[in-house]
């Protein structure tokens, strides 16, 4: 395994998606204050150069690579930009790629009666397949760093709350590609590590930019509950891989759930249905 968490080098090189807003901006500002080396991904491409440049202003290098990252072409030009960007320019001390941030994403509203299979493939294709492809892409690089991939999950990943069981499909199955994953690294000593980040409620766009099903509400029922800052999720983020740790739970929500249903599965299925009302299924529907 690493022997030294790969932000303690002197300008990491770091790729992240979804960096024009929310969480991924604000990861984004927070490496460039350590001057790293950044590859920068999404698709607004006016939002993401002025990313980069707040970055420089702080003392990163900063390259983009915009687009639609479940695009074939554009998952191989984000890895094939931290190589090449940063191969003359100069090279990476490890000679790859220190973290790769997995963090596009998209939210799905809608009770799982209206989710159209359509609606669930695109969200599966930027929350599931993009993340897969960009690692697998990336992980001769992050080898040669003996870096750490970082998953932004969600407590969705861990419990399916109503409304959200199409997302949160989404983000089980993120889960269960990072608990694999994870296995066969160690076991074939191949040096990688793998974060999966659990943010709660953050106060970021996500909520305006969630797909939501037809005739299903756009509350997210969720008005009201506190949320983090996207840096307080950025600082914890870049906390947890400099000290390696393979999982991190962000909020107290998220830690009692997980402990509820360790305890007992009939009682978090039962808070779950009691908390179905306020989230925005409607009632009386058989
Ligand atoms: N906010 C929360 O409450 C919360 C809680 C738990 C977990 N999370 C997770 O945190 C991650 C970031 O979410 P956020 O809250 O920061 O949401 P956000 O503000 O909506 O940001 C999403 C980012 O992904 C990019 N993106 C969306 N579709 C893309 C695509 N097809 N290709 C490339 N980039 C794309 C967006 O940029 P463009 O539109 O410019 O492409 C944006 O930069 C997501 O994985 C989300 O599931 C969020």
Avoid at 30 to 49: C, H, P, T, Y
Avoid at 75 to 92: D, I, K, Y
Avoid at 247 to 267: I, Q
Wanted: hydrophobic share 50%; net charge positive.
């Amino acid at each position: 395994m690493n022997r030294l968490p790969a932000v303690a080098r002197r300008s990491p090189v770091i790729v992240i998606t979804g960096a024009s807003t929310g969480i991924g901006r604000a990861l984004a500002f927070a490496w460039a204050a350590r001057a790293a080396r950044l590859v920068l991904n999404a698709r607004s491409v006016d939002a993401l150069e002025e990313v980069a440049a707040t970055c420089r202003v702080r003392g990163a290098d900063a390259v983009v690579v915009p687009g639609d990252i479940t695009s074939a072409a554009v998952q191989e030009a984000l890895v094939e930009g931290a190589r090449t960007h940063f191969q003359s320019n100069p090279p990476s001390p490890a000679g790859g790629i220190d973290v790769l941030v997995n963090n596009a994403g998209v939210g799905l509203y809608g009770t799982v009666d209206a989710i159209a299979p359509a609606m669930l493939r695109e969200v599966f294709e930027l929350n599931v397949v993009a993340p897969l492809r960009v690692t697998q892409l990336a992980l001769p690089a992050l080898e040669a760093a003996r870096g750490t991939v970082v998953m932004m999950s969600s407590i969705a990943g861990l419990v399916a709350m109503p409304r959200t069981g199409g997302y949160a499909a989404t983000k089980f199955a993120l889960e269960a590609l990072s608990w694999s994953l994870r296995a066969e690294l160690e076991a074939q000593g191949r040096p990688v590590r793998l974060c999966v980040v659990r943010p709660g409620l953050t106060e970021t766009p996500f909520a305006e930019n969630a797909r939501v099903a037809e005739g299903s509400s756009t509350r997210s029922g969720m008005q009201g509950v506190p949320r983090m800052s996207a840096e307080e999720v950025a600082q914890a983020t870049l906390r947890a891989v400099d000290r390696g740790d393979p999982e991190v739970n962000l909020t107290f929500a998220a830690r009692a759930m997980t402990a509820l249903g360790r305890l007992s599965r009939p009682a978090l299925r039962a808070v779950l249905t009691r908390m179905a009302p306020r989230l925005g299924v409607p009632r009386g529907r058989g």
